[in-house]
């Protein structure tokens, strides 16, 4: 079974770098895209960043710059480091994976982890 498990939130101060984990178990990662998503209170899901199964990776403008996607095939995880923190990136912070092309469209994942909640205090 496809099982992917997000770790790393808590809370942080605002200017802060965490670095968020999703561990992957059932697959492997060059077949799979992977893509980091976040909800924050009242808003809707939406897509920050992700990487194809030979390395290509994509970031929405709201975190080009500031957050950073890699990977460790060794151990299946893939990481989110997230640089230069604001309070508007409080949000539960989720990883997904697909085996349709790359995409920061979260229709086309079909494995999700549970949500790591991030929380930026100013």
């Known amino acids: 079974d496809v099982q992917l498990q997000a770790s790393g939130g808590g809370l942080v101060q605002a200017g802060g770098s965490p670095r968020l984990s999703c561990a992957a178990s059932?697959?492997?990662?060059?077949?799979?895209?992977i893509g980091w998503f976040r909800q924050a209170p009242g808003k809707e899901r939406e897509g920050i960043s992700c990487v194809s199964g030979i390395g290509d990776t994509y970031y929405a403008d709201s975190v080009q710059g500031r957050f950073t996607m890699s990977s460790d095939n060794a151990k299946n995880t893939v990481y989110l480091q997230m640089n230069s923190l604001k309070p508007e990136d409080t949000a539960i912070y989720f990883c997904?994976?697909?085996?349709?092309?790359?995409?920061?469209?979260?229709?086309?994942?079909?494995?999700w982890g549970q949500g790591t909640l991030v929380t930026v205090s100013s």
């Open positions: 997904a994976a697909t085996r349709a092309v790359m995409s920061n469209n979260l229709q086309s994942y079909e494995y």
């Open positions: 059932g697959f492997t990662f060059d077949d799979y895209a």
